[in-house]
């Protein structure tokens, strides 16, 4: 299940379990939900001539159907649109201005983890499970979608450059892939350089040459995305001082969310399970560019979080009085602001959805699945063939221990002869 926030226009948007709820901030205007549960449930023929929507596994096995929850959303550069994807294999576009309109539901081959419009809007990139890009016209918004790219492994985050010309790819294998738009099979550039999955994507609004990327490794990595040289490196868990228990050494940490603010001055970071936002500033002239600013502590943990248009930070986190605050940067830190009429109007929108949910599935970790266990092999045999020769050697011990009280044995016995 995903829950999530974000803004289309002054529309806040939130996601919670299978419905979908846009709520307008500055006018008094109905809310919005569409709910996945009672969306058309028309299955896509398996016998299409391509075949691209067959309902099978790539062992053979028939695919479990879906439970109709949201797993991803995307909103337009223009915020004319707004698409998302469910467990049932649904794409579903909707026309948000100047009202909300379903223009069409259509399916994917897979269950996706990503969405993206590309900058002239006419196209919106899908990433599912099995590592493939597909491409769905938004002009025709009945037309199938056609294969773009692919990986080996699963993608777990797509974006775009602001210029249009690539599509930028992570996948659990830890790569980071850059392609062109018009011919995806030309490969620009791969940004290599993290030991986990790579979790999270964000090309800085005021620095569009620049790549950010987070990952199951704890680390957060600025690329020059074109040439794929990475500018640097910081680990999450070392910027803590002193070290915290959200942090410990033992404990892996996940970057779940990078977020820009709209001047592109200030970069959020949010990790799994760890109750605070880091927040970093982009620095252009400086050798080290990447610059942490300060440290959010939240009385929960967040599970999403968004910049509005004013520059706010908006965090959803996993409480039952309190779950949406609201943020603004004064002076050198980040203060909690509870009196905008914004936040009230919001949270008394999606209150009564929020109150179905329970709390154990609010909590639940998406990334464990994800990580990959690295084994020395050569270690291994080392110590396999120590103990092996520690093993020999005291089997030889032990039987020239006997012999040797077998001879004394046989000694005393002639001497009493």
């Not at 599935?361 to 063939?385: I, M, P």
């Not at 039987?399 to 001497?415: C, F, V």
């Given at each position: 299940m995903?829950?999530?926030v974000g803004f289309?226009g002054d529309w806040?948007?939130?996601?919670?379990y299978?419905?979908l709820?846009?709520?307008?901030t500055?006018?008094s205007?109905?809310?919005?939900?569409?709910?996945?549960?009672?969306a058309?449930?028309?299955?896509?023929?398996?016998q299409?001539?391509?075949?691209?929507y067959?309902?099978l596994n790539?062992?053979?096995?028939?695919e479990e159907p879906g439970?109709?929850?949201?797993?991803a959303?995307?909103?337009s550069?223009s915020d004319k649109?707004?698409?998302l994807t469910?467990?049932?294999k649904?794409?579903?576009?909707?026309?948000?201005?100047?009202s909300?309109?379903?223009i069409?539901?259509r399916?994917v081959v897979?269950?996706c983890?990503?969405l993206?419009?590309?900058?002239?809007?006419?196209?919106?990139?899908?990433?599912?499970?099995?590592?493939?890009v597909?491409s769905?016209?938004?002009?025709?918004?009945q037309?199938?979608?056609?294969?773009?790219?692919?990986?080996l492994?699963?993608?777990l985050?797509?974006?775009?450059?602001p210029d249009?010309?690539y599509?930028?790819?992570?996948d659990?294998?830890?790569?980071?892939?850059v392609?062109h738009?018009?011919?995806?099979?030309?490969?620009?550039?791969?940004c290599?350089?993290h030991?986990?999955?790579?979790?999270?994507?964000l090309v800085?609004?005021?620095?569009?040459?620049?790549?950010?990327?987070?990952?199951?490794?704890?680390t957060l990595?600025?690329?020059?995305y074109?040439?794929?040289?990475?500018?640097?490196?910081?680990d999450l868990?070392?910027?803590v001082?002193?070290?915290?228990?959200?942090?410990?050494?033992?404990?892996k940490?996940?970057?779940?969310?990078?977020?820009?603010?709209?001047?592109g001055?200030?970069?959020a970071?949010q990790?799994?399970?760890?109750?605070?936002v880091?927040?970093?500033t982009?620095?252009?002239?400086s050798?080290?560019?990447?610059?942490p600013h300060s440290?959010?502590?939240?009385p929960?943990?967040?599970?999403?979080?968004t910049?509005?248009?004013?520059?706010r930070l908006?965090?959803?986190?996993?409480?039952?009085?309190?779950p949406?605050?609201?943020?603004?940067?004064?002076?050198s830190s980040?203060?909690c602001?509870?009196?905008?009429?914004?936040?009230?109007t919001?949270?008394?929108?999606f209150?009564?959805?929020?109150?179905?949910l329970?709390?154990?599935?609010?909590?639940?970790s998406?990334?464990?699945?994800?990580?990959t266990?690295?084994f020395d092999n050569v270690?291994?045999?080392?110590?396999?063939?120590k103990q092996?020769?520690?093993?020999q050697?005291?089997?030889r011990?032990?039987?020239q221990?006997?012999?040797?009280?077998?001879?004394?044995?046989?000694?005393?016995?002639?001497?009493s002869s």
């Amino acid at each position: 299940m995903m829950l999530a926030v974000g803004f289309c226009g002054d529309w806040f948007i939130f996601t919670c379990y299978t419905k979908l709820v846009a709520v307008h901030t500055t006018q008094s205007r109905e809310a919005f939900v569409f709910d996945c549960s009672t969306a058309d449930k028309k299955i896509k023929n398996t016998q299409d001539n391509n075949n691209s929507y067959s309902l099978l596994n790539s062992d053979g096995t028939s695919e479990e159907p879906g439970s109709d929850s949201i797993l991803a959303f995307a909103v337009s550069p223009s915020d004319k649109f707004l698409a998302l994807t469910d467990d049932a294999k649904r794409l579903v576009l909707f026309h948000c201005d100047p009202s909300w309109q379903c223009i069409s539901i259509r399916y994917v081959v897979r269950r996706c983890t990503s969405l993206v419009f590309t900058q002239a809007e006419d196209e919106l990139l899908v990433a599912d499970k099995s590592g493939d890009v597909y491409s769905f016209s938004v002009e025709e918004p009945q037309r199938e979608g056609e294969l773009k790219m692919g990986h080996l492994s699963m993608l777990l985050a797509v974006t775009m450059s602001p210029d249009n010309r690539y599509i930028i790819t992570a996948d659990r294998d830890e790569k980071i892939r850059v392609s062109h738009l018009k011919s995806p099979y030309n490969i620009q550039s791969f940004c290599l350089g993290h030991k986990q999955f790579v979790s999270a994507l964000l090309v800085p609004s005021a620095q569009p040459h620049y790549l950010l990327s987070g990952s199951g490794d704890g680390t957060l990595m600025l690329w020059d995305y074109e040439s794929g040289q990475r500018l640097q490196s910081l680990d999450l868990g070392e910027l803590v001082d002193p070290p915290s228990s959200e942090f410990h050494k033992d404990r892996k940490l996940t970057v779940s969310r990078i977020n820009s603010s709209p001047d592109g001055h200030y970069i959020a970071v949010q990790c799994e399970r760890a109750s605070s936002v880091q927040f970093l500033t982009l620095q252009q002239e400086s050798e080290e560019k990447l610059v942490p600013h300060s440290r959010l502590l939240l009385p929960y943990c967040p599970l999403d979080m968004t910049f509005d248009t004013e520059g706010r930070l908006w965090v959803l986190m996993d409480s039952d009085d309190a779950p949406l605050q609201v943020y603004r940067h004064t002076h050198s830190s980040w203060e909690c602001d509870s009196v905008i009429p914004e936040l009230n109007t919001v949270t008394e929108a999606f209150r009564q959805h929020w109150e179905r949910l329970e709390a154990s599935t609010r909590t639940s970790s998406n990334s464990e699945h994800l990580y990959t266990t690295s084994f020395d092999n050569v270690a291994l045999y080392l110590q396999k063939k120590k103990q092996r020769l520690e093993e020999q050697q005291l089997k030889r011990t032990l039987i020239q221990e006997s012999n040797n009280t077998k001879k004394k044995s046989g000694s005393g016995a002639a001497s009493s002869s």
